[in-house]
């Protein structure tokens, strides 16, 4: 018996409350050879440099995407412990922590013993501000 996979529905932006504005499009480039997954990613990638802080980009959890409860964080930085930091997107994640996230987030703090913390894609809308915001959120 084949299965077809179910469509992926996604938000538009319209429906989150997003105003898509049109911006100059910004080069990004690789964060450790790995081609950065998003601009905001890039941005953060850029504070941490900007900030001397040391961190692994796309550290695999317990197996990563390729196994069952497995999990990929987007940046593992190194201040005195390892601080898993996510950045989401309004794409993915509708603005809001959903129960999968939830979920995932909890495992986060149980594998590493120190709360996750999360990025919104929409507050890092400059280098200054993305600096700004890790710094705050990491406490450095």
């Given at each position: 018996?084949?299965?077809?996979?179910?469509?992926?529905r996604?938000?538009?932006?319209?429906?989150?409350?997003?105003?898509?504005?049109?911006?100059?499009?910004?080069q990004?480039?690789?964060?450790?050879?790995?081609?950065?997954?998003?601009?905001?990613?890039?941005?953060?990638?850029?504070?941490?440099?900007?900030?001397?802080?040391?961190?692994?980009?796309?550290?695999?959890?317990?197996?990563?995407?390729?196994?069952?409860?497995?999990?990929?964080?987007?940046?593992?930085?190194f201040?005195?412990?390892?601080?898993?930091?996510?950045?989401?997107?309004?794409?993915?994640?509708?603005?809001?922590?959903?129960?999968?996230?939830?979920?995932?987030?909890?495992?986060?703090?149980?594998?590493?013993?120190?709360?996750?913390?999360?990025?919104?894609?929409?507050?890092?809308?400059?280098?200054?501000?993305?600096?700004?915001?890790?710094?705050?959120?990491?406490?450095?």
């Amino acid at each position: 018996m084949k299965f077809r996979k179910a469509p992926v529905r996604r938000p538009r932006l319209e429906a989150t409350g997003v105003q898509a504005e049109p911006m100059p499009q910004e080069q990004i480039g690789e964060i450790q050879g790995i081609m950065a997954a998003s601009v905001e990613e890039w941005r953060v990638a850029k504070a941490l440099w900007e900030l001397k802080v040391d961190f692994t980009y796309q550290s695999r959890v317990r197996g990563g995407n390729m196994l069952r409860g497995g999990q990929t964080v987007d940046f593992l930085v190194f201040t005195p412990w390892s601080v898993p930091v996510q950045v989401f997107g309004d794409y993915w994640h509708t603005g809001r922590l959903g129960a999968d996230d939830s979920y995932a987030l909890a495992e986060l703090q149980q594998y590493f013993g120190v709360e996750p913390v999360v990025l919104w894609a929409r507050e890092l809308v400059s280098h200054e501000e993305t600096v700004a915001i890790v710094k705050r959120e990491l406490k450095l």
